[in-house]
């Protein structure tokens, strides 16, 4: 059986895409190596909730119940997500993890531990959050130090007594830091000062009014996409800073060695502590996509608004993948039904002897 596309990733990407392929009629099917829909929210640490509201959280054509100005938490994530792929009997396989992808006399033949799929095209939806980035010099630290990465960070009853240092200047990271100030001394490194915004003003999500202002929908190759992408991200909601002006939590410079004396920062100072949580991100790895001209040096994927050099390889899920507002709930959507038009497009010149349009 060939496919006419599949769909690596059933998180909130690649399940844009099949609602937009199922609205083409296409037979297509989603691998991915969870076990269930909404895994990924349900597996972050218990107290995470969205700094976008639920007008900006939902994937199209389902809503997601609730105060629409409100801040959905994970197991609501979660729960929607299942809701989703029930609601638009989305073609799921779950632990179907993906190894291997080439390209055969126009073919693309998908391995996973147990299974070679046939489609014609396929849609990388694994998104950014695929590796859990820690530094190097990690693994200089004592082995009576509990390290922890974000990803793997729970609840603060996970760490051993004693002071904790959270590495990493993100939203996830300011987070866990003023939840783990109300139980223990904690300190935050950065690589520089951080930079507030509001959740709410005037009564209004802040995501509302840079809906309005059209920053959400900032071209990324605009000038003012290109200006915007240079920024470093806000911290969204005042928790952090309210912890820090009480001094529950200490920020540090950026975090550049360690060792048996602890954590050195830029700007000189060492700190010994108990635990430390790796607020650091993630890295890419695409090691599976084994088809010639897919990669460029560097190991990045290559791509244009999420289509690929390859005919018949696109993209979702990617940030600034076409705009602004490509890493939101909402942002992926659009961007998923840009990629499926492209591909129809693109399979309508086929079909007519054209090639790629």
Not at 131 to 157: C, G, N, T
Not at 187 to 204: C, K, N, T
Not at 257 to 282: C, E, K, M, P
């Amino acid at each position: 059986m060939i496919y006419d596309a599949i769909v690596i990733g059933a998180g909130q990407a690649g399940m844009a895409a099949g609602y937009w392929l199922k609205r083409e009629g296409q037979h297509f099917l989603i691998l991915d190596r969870g076990r269930e829909a909404g895994e990924m929210w349900s597996s972050r640490y218990k107290s995470l909730k969205l700094f976008t509201p639920r007008t900006h959280s939902a994937l199209p054509g389902l809503k997601l119940e609730g105060d629409p100005i409100g801040f959905p938490n994970k197991q609501e994530m979660a729960a929607y997500l299942k809701k989703y792929a029930a609601k638009f009997e989305l073609p799921i396989r779950f632990g179907s993890e993906v190894v291997a992808v080439r390209k055969e006399e126009g073919t693309f033949l998908i391995h996973t531990e147990r299974e070679v799929f046939q489609s014609r095209a396929l849609i990388v939806a694994t998104g950014p959050f695929q590796q859990p980035r820690v530094p190097d010099f990690a693994s200089h630290l004592p082995r009576d130090i509990m390290q922890l990465h974000s990803s793997a960070y729970q609840e603060p009853s996970q760490l051993q007594d004693g002071p904790v240092l959270v590495v990493g200047g993100g939203n996830s990271g300011a987070q866990i830091a003023a939840e783990l100030a109300d139980t223990r001394e904690t300190y935050l490194a950065l690589a520089e000062q951080p930079r507030y915004l509001p959740m709410s003003l005037f009564g209004r999500s802040l995501f509302w009014w840079l809906d309005l202002a059209g920053i959400l929908r900032a071209d990324s190759s605009s000038w003012a996409g290109q200006r915007l992408r240079r920024q470093r991200d806000p911290i969204f909601g005042y928790e952090l800073k309210q912890a820090v002006k009480c001094g529950k939590v200490v920020l540090k410079t950026r975090a550049v060695h360690a060792g048996a004396a602890g954590i050195q920062f830029a700007d000189g100072s060492r700190l010994t502590v108990r635990n430390i949580v790796w607020a650091t991100g993630y890295v890419t790895s695409y090691g599976w996509l084994q088809v010639d001209g897919a990669l460029d040096a560097n190991r990045k994927v290559v791509h244009t608004r999420g289509v690929g050099p390859i005919e018949g390889l696109y993209y979702v899920g990617l940030p600034w993948q076409t705009h602004r507002g490509s890493s939101l709930l909402a942002g992926v959507g659009r961007d998923a039904r840009e990629v499926v038009r492209a591909m129809m497009i693109q399979k309508e010149g086929i079909r007519n002897g054209k090639g790629t349009p």
